[in-house]
């Protein structure tokens, strides 16, 4: 929302439409088809897709094989795709803030707290598999 108003009051026009109406919705439908399977490896293990709840069980399947986080990854290219849409520059801006604060304030909480719940067989899969792609 930080990202409209500052396009509101400060316009910078970059892309051409047809990047517009390709790029934008692309990293969206991207973002819907790395979530749904994430959301479902949690549903097959018996797991929550709620951040604010421990796992009882480590999900390694599906988009986790290859992102340790992908339905944040999933949030930061739905930004992206809205920012490419709306020709919006700021969006950009804030989904980069917002990506360091999620970083720091949820991401490597929930790494320490998967660390001490699941010991070796985290560290095993963190070697493997990557934060984010």
Do not use: H
């Not at 892309?15 to 390709?22: A, H």
């Not at 934008?24 to 819907?32: E, M, Q, S, T």
């Not at 979530?35 to 399947?61: E, H, I, S, Y």
């Amino acid at each position: 929302m930080l990202g409209l108003v500052a396009e509101w009051l400060w316009p910078v026009a970059l892309l051409p439409m047809w990047v517009r109406l390709s790029l934008g919705p692309a990293l969206i439908v991207i973002a819907v088809v790395l979530v749904r399977p994430a959301m479902k490896a949690f549903r097959a293990r018996g797991v929550a897709f709620d951040v604010r709840q421990a796992p009882g069980t480590l999900v390694t399947t599906g988009p986790y094989r290859i992102s340790r986080n992908p339905g944040y990854l999933a949030l930061i290219l739905i930004s992206l795709g809205i920012a490419v849409i709306t020709d919006d520059i700021w969006i950009v801006g804030f989904a980069a803030l917002a990506t360091l604060v999620t970083r720091q304030r949820v991401v490597l909480p929930e790494e320490r707290i998967l660390a001490a719940q699941f010991g070796d067989a985290y560290e095993a899969y963190k070697a493997r598999v990557r934060r984010w792609i």
